[in-house]
């Protein structure tokens, strides 16, 4: 149960980032982290990347879910394959977060893209 939880709180952080960039950002916890960035030096930078006038598309395939060193019930990663396009831009990655459950719902406290 908690795994379809998460798959879901994935697909609508997706969502979010083609349609809604306050949704989008809030589900970014307030201590997360990059391998360089903190939140907000992060989100600045996905700015750019933002729906507008010219669409936003977001895929993600190959989803894999499990608890985070397989103990802690409210720390999960998850790992996909996002393939990213913006009008003259496109972008096939994969990604890993770091997914936690807040009282507000599920957040991201850590995300890396692992190109290829």
């Known amino acids: 149960a908690l795994r379809q939880e998460v798959r879901a709180a994935v697909e609508a952080w997706r969502a979010a980032w083609e349609t809604d960039p ?64 913006r009008e003259n831009f496109s972008s096939d990655v994969r990604k890993e977060q770091v997914w936690r459950r807040a009282d507000s719902g599920w957040e991201i406290v850590y995300e890396a893209i692992r190109e290829g």
């Open 22 to 85: 306050d949704s989008f950002e809030s589900r970014y916890a307030r201590d997360f982290r990059t391998e360089s960035f903190g939140r907000d030096d992060w989100l600045a930078t996905r700015r750019q990347f933002e729906p507008g006038d010219v669409p936003v598309s977001v895929r993600i395939d190959d989803v894999e879910v499990f608890r985070y060193g397989g103990k802690a019930p409210d720390l999960w990663h998850v790992a996909f394959r996002q393939r990213f396009t």
